[in-house]
């Protein structure tokens, strides 16, 4: 059984920090607090079938004590959230972790985020997973004989979902962990609305929207009102000016239909472990999708009752690891050395 024998961190009771145990706190504090371990990166830029680029930053791992053949070293891929990129320090984290296991790691950057020229007026959304579909033919074409997951946080748990809910057991990846993934697009975006959220996270994160495309305002004018979209207070507002029209869709609901993964949980055809906090203001509690995940075998939903928005701090002064750390090194670990054996419940 995947819970006691291989990944017994999910049966403990998670005890957040005992003075910043609220949600909100967890979520601000985080960045600030948790260390953030050095990580040496190969860049790789990839091309796409529409003439864009992507670039995909990768840890190695040549020093892998237990892995030193490179072509059947473990690879995990990393999602960042929402305008993240490999630099992260949750990103980070995930790859010491795995630094210590001997395996090698990729980050996915989502385009034009991470420093480099967008080649089309096309950026990302939770919804379209063209381009991940991309990186995970490339990276497993590149590594054919190596055992491959995948580890998405926030928004990029999110499009992860989307993806096995799509292709159901057609992917080289063997499993799948999400942290913090939204649910429900609907429910996310109107809990970041209530007035104290909206001060909190969702001016930031709108404003943080607008400046990653800033950057390539010349080549986004030519199919967008780029005046309008920077006038954007809300998250809402961005993506009913910008994501929804540059994806294609006729109204701002049904991108955020499309994007939802609860609806795409049922097809799921990998074992995933899904870790949210249900004081996370970004997915709501009411929110989690837990009788669809009780009705798929290859879901493990693991919730926890504080934690945040990728916070999950724990220990007097929580710097170096978290409790979604420990999730994703054993996780990863159970499923590549006993991978076969674990979803046996």
Not at 106 to 124: K, M, Q
Not at 136 to 144: A, D, E, G, N, Q
């Amino acid at each position: 059984c995947l819970t006691v024998e291989y990944c017994p961190v999910v049966t403990e009771t998670y005890y957040p920090t005992i003075w910043c145990w609220e949600g909100r706190v967890q979520t601000l504090l985080r960045p600030f607090i948790t260390s953030r371990p050095q990580v040496q990166y190969r860049n790789e830029l990839i091309k796409t079938a529409d003439g864009g680029q992507i670039s995909l930053d990768w840890f190695d791992n040549n020093d892998s004590l237990y892995y030193p053949d490179a072509s059947t070293r473990p690879t995990v891929l990393l999602l960042p959230g929402l305008t993240g990129t490999s630099k992260e320090s949750y990103i980070l984290h995930m790859i010491h972790q795995s630094e210590i296991l001997g395996y090698r790691c990729v980050v996915f950057n989502n385009r034009g985020i991470a420093g480099e020229d967008l080649l089309t007026p096309r950026t990302y959304c939770a919804a379209n997973t063209e381009d991940l579909e991309a990186v995970i033919h490339h990276v497993h074409s590149l590594h054919p004989s190596a055992p491959f997951m995948a580890a998405g946080v926030s928004m990029g748990g999110m499009l992860l979902l989307n993806y096995l809910g799509k292709t159901g057991r057609d992917t080289p990846l063997m499993a799948a962990a999400i942290f913090s993934a939204g649910w429900n697009v609907f429910e996310s975006v109107e809990s970041l609305e209530k007035p104290l959220n909206w001060l909190l996270f969702n001016y930031y994160l709108t404003t943080c929207l607008q400046s990653s495309i800033s950057r390539h305002r010349q080549m986004l004018e030519k199919l967008f009102d780029m005046d309008l979209v920077m006038k954007a207070r809300t998250v809402r507002e961005f993506d009913k000016r910008f994501t929804s029209v540059m994806f294609g869709y006729r109204t701002i609901d049904d991108y955020y239909e499309d994007a939802s993964p609860c609806r795409k949980l049922k097809s799921v055809g990998i074992p995933v472990l899904c870790l949210n906090s249900v004081d996370d203001v970004f997915s709501p509690g009411h929110a989690i999708p837990v009788e669809t995940a009780k009705q798929n075998a290859n879901v493990a939903l693991v919730l926890t009752s504080c934690g945040g928005h990728i916070g999950f701090l724990e220990g007097i002064w929580p710097r170096k690891c978290t409790y979604m750390d420990r999730v994703f090194k054993q996780f990863v670990q159970a499923m590549f050395e006993h991978g076969n054996k674990m979803f046996s419940m």
